[in-house]
């Protein structure tokens, strides 16, 4: 059994050990929090062991009624491998903690790209993080973006892509995040940093992104452009997409049309907190013209990294192949939405370009 520590227990951290405790070949040891909230009464109830992230505020977890198993660094002690969910910046202020107790570290994305080995994405670079001692998980949109990119890039090649990324305000329970009631170019200079991120899984890529915030907590709405160096149809592409297990390709008859619907399906679906592992590419939206691909894609920023959080620690222990490690994240979390879309038929959908798209 691999034994993971969680440092950091917030949108990802918890989410993380959720999906760990779901592994047959992984335990948690224990969550470091920095203070006895909510989500400390819910660790606690759901039997992870309990490290205080800040020792000196200790105390107030046994106010609270919540028992502490320790500090933080016996928790990086008993860890075979930590996963800092911490707020940007904050891992890598841990880094050296994990670094002393020789106990390997994944960062997630809000860290620099330098902070690790390896830049992460299990579809795009698995083998890239075999044995290491460090990796960031890149960010639910660069984790986004590579998912399409790798199987575009391997079928077709790709001369440049383009991106605009209509990116949520902040997630729902952050309060304190905007806009409330505004449309903001974020960064206004261009390019965002999102597509020299992405560069960190694919060296050489040719990609210009821009970003915007929107006053929505729901998802992010990615539009692409891609130029791709082959000829190729719109149903192959589909075809492409729709044999990728982290990516769920919309069917034209499922009546989703936003974020708003995604989600609702997701609840109606039970996912755990309405979670959406994957990339939803709108069916309707695979566009050719020339050989510029266009699409539409909504990316749950919560939850899109966790598969490759758990990916990232089979990687790093070597204890999977790519393939192996995919398959059983997928089916311990039930990733891979697989309903038939209704209201389409074999006409309304063209393969017939499908065997001769190389041509
Ligand atoms: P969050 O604020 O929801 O959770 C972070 C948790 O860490 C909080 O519970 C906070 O109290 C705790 N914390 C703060 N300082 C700490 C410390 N010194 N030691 C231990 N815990 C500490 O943040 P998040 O959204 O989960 O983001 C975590 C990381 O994941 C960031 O790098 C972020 O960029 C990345 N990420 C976030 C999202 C997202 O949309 N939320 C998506 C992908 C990646």
């Known amino acids: 059994m691999i034994r993971v520590g969680v440092n950091g227990y917030g949108t990802i951290g918890k989410r993380v050990a959720d999906a760990v405790s779901l592994q047959p070949d992984m335990e948690v040891v224990g969550v470091a929090k920095t203070k006895p909230n909510f989500e400390a009464h819910t660790a606690d109830q759901r039997g992870y062991e309990m490290y205080a992230a800040i020792p000196d505020r200790a105390p107030l977890f046994g106010d609270a009624g919540v028992e502490l198993a320790g500090a933080v660094d016996e928790l990086v002690a008993a860890a075979d491998i930590m996963v800092d969910c911490t707020p940007s910046g904050i891992g890598a202020e841990n880094k050296s903690l994990y670094e002393s107790y020789d106990t390997p570290a994944i960062f997630q994305g809000g860290e620099d790209a330098d902070i690790a080995e390896v830049s992460f994405n299990a579809r795009s670079n698995y083998g890239a993080a075999r044995g290491a001692d460090s990796v960031r998980v890149v ?11 790798a199987p575009l890039q391997e079928a077709y090649g790709i001369e440049q892509v383009r991106t605009t990324l209509v990116r949520r305000g902040g997630d729902p329970s952050q309060n304190t995040r905007g806009p409330i009631n505004d449309i903001l170019p974020n960064p206004i200079s261009i390019p965002s940093h ?17 970003g915007l915030k929107v006053p929505v907590t729901l998802m992010h709405v990615h539009a692409l452009n891609v130029t791709l160096e082959s000829d190729v149809t719109a149903a192959h592409v589909r075809q492409l997409l729709e044999g990728e297990s982290r990516i769920y390709v919309i069917g034209e008859g499922m009546g989703i049309d936003g974020a708003g619907k995604l989600k609702d399906f997701a609840h109606d679906a039970g996912r755990p907190r309405g979670d959406i592992w994957e990339n939803c590419v709108w069916g309707e939206s695979i566009a050719i013209s020339g050989r510029d691909l266009y699409l539409f894609q909504a990316i749950h920023q919560e939850s899109d990294v966790i598969p490759e959080n758990i990916d990232a620690i089979r990687a790093m222990t070597e204890s999977a192949t790519a393939a192996e490690s995919i398959e059983l994240t997928n089916r311990t979390l039930g990733v891979g939405i697989t309903e038939s879309p209704v209201g389409v038929t074999d006409t309304d959908t063209d393969h017939s370009g499908v065997e001769a798209a190389d041509d």
Do not use: Y
């Not at 960010?139 to 986004?144: A, K, L, Q, R």
């Not at 999102?194 to 210009?208: C, E, M, N, Q, S």
């Open 194 to 210: 999102h597509g020299p991120d992405v560069k960190t899984i694919f060296p050489g890529l040719a990609i210009d992104t821009l």
């Open 139 to 149: 960010s639910c949109n660069t984790t986004g973006l590579s998912r399409v990119i």
